[in-house]
């Protein structure tokens, strides 16, 4: 199972990444190590990048270094190593612990906050004039888009403030964790909906996904629409499974360009 999530579609590229120790968070989590990659131009954003369940930072940076997108500068994280509900306990990176992804699953939400948290420290100290954003793959997606909430709501799930001010969102091969009840708590807050509101997201999920089923993705997308995420935008790939493909993330680039006002990207 652990493959299925471990499978990528990419160009390598060497790279101009900086490996960066691991780290403690305060929830005591123990996160692995976080690879830089360095804009080639004019540093105009920062993204986090966050890989799937059994994966690590170094093959997000060496994805990421391959995107057309020289004026961003990428933050490639490792998620602590945990058991793993749906692997049966088997200890391997995730951002949370996960069990059978269904309508009805429990939501490990001291994990997704840890991770969340943990998240936003990493972009904590970009400077003021450079835009932030979040995105991933598969569990990663699903810390992407829960970030988003945590945004729109000015809080994680704890109730502590969430400092960061996202410009953009992306998941690819993802879910939302907490989608049943999101809309109502988005709806007690007019800064919460203007916050929503004002957010781009992308979702893109493959029809033939065997491992996060595309009716996940399509719900998520759905939910966020309901929520009052009206920048929320699902593109569906036919017959693509769980994992991610040139075609894809030239879509990636371009919404990024075009969302954040990058120049020189080619």
């Known amino acids: 199972m652990i493959e299925l999530y471990m499978k990528f579609v990419f160009f390598y590229n060497s790279g101009l990444c900086l490996d960066v120790s691991g780290s403690r968070n305060a929830r005591g989590y123990e996160f692995g190590r976080t690879y830089v990659v360095r804009p080639k131009g004019k540093h105009q954003a920062t993204l986090v990048w966050l890989h799937g369940l059994g994966d690590n930072g170094s093959s997000s940076s060496q994805l990421m270094e391959s995107l057309r997108l020289p004026n961003v500068k ?115 807050s007019y800064e919460a909906a203007r916050r929503a509101a004002s957010l781009p997201i992308i979702l893109t999920h493959g029809t033939s996904d065997d491992v996060v089923p595309y009716r996940f993705g399509e719900k998520s997308a759905q939910s966020l629409g309901m929520a009052g995420f009206r920048q929320a935008m699902f593109k569906p790939y036919e017959g693509l499974g769980h994992y991610t493909v040139p075609k894809e993330m030239d879509e990636v680039v371009h919404w990024l360009t075009t969302r954040l006002g990058l120049e020189g990207s080619r």
């Open 74 to 188: 990428w933050i490639c994280p490792t998620a602590p190593s945990r058991p793993v509900s749906s692997l049966g306990g088997f200890t391997c990176t995730a951002w949370f612990d996960v069990g059978e992804i269904s309508e009805d699953g429990h939501d490990d939400l001291e994990g997704l906050d840890a991770s969340a948290s943990h998240i936003a420290n990493l972009l904590s100290a970009e400077p003021a004039d450079v835009q932030v954003g979040i995105g991933g793959v598969s569990m990663g997606a699903a810390i992407s888009l829960y970030s988003a909430t945590c945004y729109a709501l000015g809080r994680y799930g704890t109730g502590h403030a969430y400092p960061i001010n996202l410009r953009a969102v992306v998941g690819l091969s993802g879910w939302l964790p907490g989608w049943k009840i999101l809309r109502g708590k988005i709806e007690c």
